[in-house]
């Protein structure tokens, strides 16, 4: 099973931004978690990152095909963006909504996604490991 992992907005600035909310751990640690699990439970991931709208739309279309589900933590664009919410309605994949902070607990402006609306499941809070549970979700739902 393929799955395609991306990641939005700042979120390549783990480890250095507000270390209080999503801690202490840089991106690329969290990069080597996900590949170390998906290694270890037969799952076969590539990983994306861009600070840009249009790039994370592309790399959603370019699923279509090629990847059996996507985990997407859409940074800020959860909170604005229709063109994402489109873009995984267009591709049909099963796809993860993923946020390392819970965004439910943070400001009114956070309690919004778009794209929640299109994803099979919503996980919240649950820092690093929502990704990897995100990825077990998945391949469950597979077999
Ligand atoms: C986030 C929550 C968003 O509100 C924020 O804009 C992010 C990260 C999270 O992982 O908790 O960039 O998606």
Known sequence: MKILV??????NMLGIREPGIYGNQSYAALCESIRSYAAQ???EVEL?????EGDLVDQIQ???GVFDGIVIN??????TSIALLDAVKAVGL???EVHISDVSAREDFRRVSYIRQACVKTICGHGFAGYTEALAFLKEQKT
Do not use: E, F, K, R
């Open 6 to 11: 991306i990641n939005g907005p700042n979120l």
């Open 41 to 43: 439970n037969d799952l």
């Open 48 to 52: 994306y990152q861009s600070n840009h």
């Open 62 to 64: 370019a699923a279509y």
């Open 74 to 79: 859409p940074g800020a664009y959860t909170h």
């Open 94 to 96: 099963p796809t993860v």
